[in-house]
């Protein structure tokens, strides 16, 4: 699943523990939108050429 997924977590053991998880947990998910943001800016300049393309026709 997610890399920051441990179905075995005890979280009763250390309260940093759970605060170092949720600080893995973040970075990951920012790094996904970071990620997502780059590829939608990509197809969004992909998209906007193929229609000026197509009104130079």
Known sequence: MFPFF????N????????KAYQERKLQFMKWMRDDLETRLAGLNAAIETVERQMNQE
């Open 11 to 18: 979280w009763d053991n250390s309260s940093s523990s759970h």
């Open 6 to 9: 441990n179905p075995c977590w």
